[in-house]
Each structure stands twice: as structure tokens, then as C-alpha cells.
């Protein structure tokens, strides 16, 4: 089962991409963990693209399209794989059609989170991680049950990302806009899409989108 997580930044594609992770053996791929990792490592794709992800703008379609190609070629990727923050233009979402039928995949479904602007806001500025295993937590939502270590491996190292701040946010929801959302008619067309009511708890979206990958009617 092969599936888009769609919405801007904050409506809560990663979190529930690793909620489904675990529980569907699903593969998260996410494209801004990538990029991340890559700036980290100081190869030559993060050398391109840290001044971008800066400023909150998008990378090239180019870099992420190879990205993702080589990525659902690797074994883990073979049961199925969720989406998380990819494609984000058009000319992602065509080249991700060519790259899954030149393969022989399908996609199942496109889930698009709904979320309020003033909600992204909330949940940009107060997200932060466990910086050992990538857990995401919220300064009012989901806060570690013991303070200073995190739930899920229970190390006590946690990172804010630095464009998660209100002035990036905006050009990132800029972005979003211009270039993301006209995805939402492109899948819409495709019958693909699903949309989603990503303002109500993180368990209750999550029920949601299973219901559905069951056959279930939400
Ligand atoms: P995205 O991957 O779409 O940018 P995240 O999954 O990282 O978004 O979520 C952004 C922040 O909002 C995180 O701190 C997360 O804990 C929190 N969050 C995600 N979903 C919800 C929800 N349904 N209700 C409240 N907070 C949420
Ligand atoms: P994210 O982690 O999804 O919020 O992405 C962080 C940043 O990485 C974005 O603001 C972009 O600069 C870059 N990025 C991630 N995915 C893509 C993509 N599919 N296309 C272009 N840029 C991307």
C-alpha cells in the first residue's frame, strides 16, 4: 500500500506517518528528514539546498524527484510506503505517476489534512523532537509523560528545527499555497483524494485514515 500524506507545514504528516509506520509496516519517507540529513552530512545535495530550506522556500523539484526515485528503489520500501511532504509541486506529482508506473506500483490514496492557519502557527512554534530517535512532541499537545525524556527510547536530547519560526512559517505556508495546493484539484481529478479534518486529535485522525485504508467509510 503506497500513500500521500498532504498538508502544510504543521497539519501533522509526520506524526501520523510514524503512527502508521509502526502500525501498518509502512515505510515513512519523508522528503524534509532527507534533506535534513543531508545538510547535516554536508553532502552535495544539503550544500544546495540549506540556504532554501532556510528560508523556508522550496527546494528543486530535481533534487527531490532523485531523492525520491532512488529511495522506493531500496528493499524497505517494497510492502509500501507513506509520503510525507512529497510531491509538493505538480511536476513532483508527475514524475512520482511515471516513477510508480514504470515500477508497476499503485497509489492507494491521498490523505490531505485540513488545519486553520492560526492552528499551523500554534503547532509550528511549539513542535520539537527527541534529537535520538525523531519522536515529535508539542509544547502543549504532547509534552514527554516524564519530563526530559522522551517516550519512545527514552533519551533526554531534543531539537527545535530552525525554520520552525513564524517568520519562515509564512513563507513556507507561502509555499504551500502556490505550489502544494494545487495538488489537492490534481488528485481530487485522480479520485485519489481523501480529505481529512487534521484539527481533531492526533488518535481520532489516525482512526480516521485507518478506517478508510480498511474499506471502511469514515
Ligand atoms: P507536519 O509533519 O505536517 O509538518 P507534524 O506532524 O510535525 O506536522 O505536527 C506539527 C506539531 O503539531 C507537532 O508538534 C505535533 O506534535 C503536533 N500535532 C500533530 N498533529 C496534531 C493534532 N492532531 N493535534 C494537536 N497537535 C498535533
Ligand atoms: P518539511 O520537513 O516537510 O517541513 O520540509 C522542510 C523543508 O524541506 C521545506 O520547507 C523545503 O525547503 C524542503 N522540502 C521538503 N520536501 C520538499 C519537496 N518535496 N520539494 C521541495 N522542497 C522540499
Known sequence: MNIILLGPPGAGKGTQARLLEQERGLVQLSTGDMLRAAVKAGSEIGLKAKAVMESGGLVSDDIVIGIISDRIEEPDCQNGFILDGFPRTLPQASALEQLLNAKGKNLDAVFELKVDDEKLVERIT????????????HDKYRMPSVEGKCDNCGGANFARRADDNEETLRTRLFAYYKETAPLIGYYFAKKNLVTIDGMADVNDVTSTIKSILDGNAA
Open 126 to 137: 511549539g513542535r520539537f523532537t527527541c534529537a535520538d530517535c525523531g519522536e515529535g512532541y
